[in-house]
């Protein structure tokens, strides 16, 4: 199962910011917060990822409180074609220096004019 | 990051026939994955696809249904066998390194009538 819940649809108005939170209270010392969004018809799309830090690239931000039970990404200027499903992924790694990616429901964001 | 290519992008496909799925890579990767993705729904992992040796299939996901095949580090297919209309789904290949983040294709739309 997956260990994220997120809100299942968000709307924001382009050129906002949009905030799009997750919770992972069961989340362990050693498991990473990954996102990804998958558009409309396209594969999924790595966004960001990180561990107790708070992260930002070109892309987006990552705010992960200090009990690191949940966080926040942040488009800082939503487009409309950020319109797409967020997934927001606990990284688990498994005994043989692999990981693996349990994707939940995600949250559909809808960015309006 | 990873430029992935997989043919075909979408298929109607007869009852009871195969479609085989092609997954190329432009570089060498350590890891190939194959995931469904059932209409709605979010992504869940078929397989890992193992150079030289036999996938690793998930729990509910077996040889004789969904044959893989994986002869280098940049290419690998996934067969669809015997197909019903449940099989009709999104089928995304996905790489990565041990710990890096992963990258997918775009996908391939199959439609079993």
Known sequence: DAKTTQPPSMDCAEGRAANLPCNHSTISGNEYVYWYRQIHSQGPQYIIHGLKNNETNEMASLIITEDRKSSTLILPHATLRDTAVYYCIVRTPLGDSNYQLIWGAGTKLIIKP | ?113
Do not use: H
């Open chain 2, 1 to 113: 990051s990873a430029v992935i290519s997989q043919k075909p992008s979408r298929d109607i496909c007869q009852r009871g026939t195969s479609l085989t799925i092609q997954c190329q890579v432009d570089s060498q990767v350590t890891m190939m994955f194959w995931y469904r993705q059932q209409p709605g729904q979010s992504l869940t992992l078929i397989a890992t696809a193992n150079q030289g040796s036999e996938a690793t299939y998930e729990s509910g996901f077996v040889i004789d249904k969904f044959p893989i095949s994986r002869p280098n580090l940049t290419f690998s297919t996934l067969t669809v066998s015997n197909m019903s209309p449940e099989d009709s789904s999104i089928y995304l290949c996905s790489v990565r390194g041990l710990y890096t983040e992963a990258f997918f294709g775009q996908g391939t739309r199959l439609t079993v009538v």
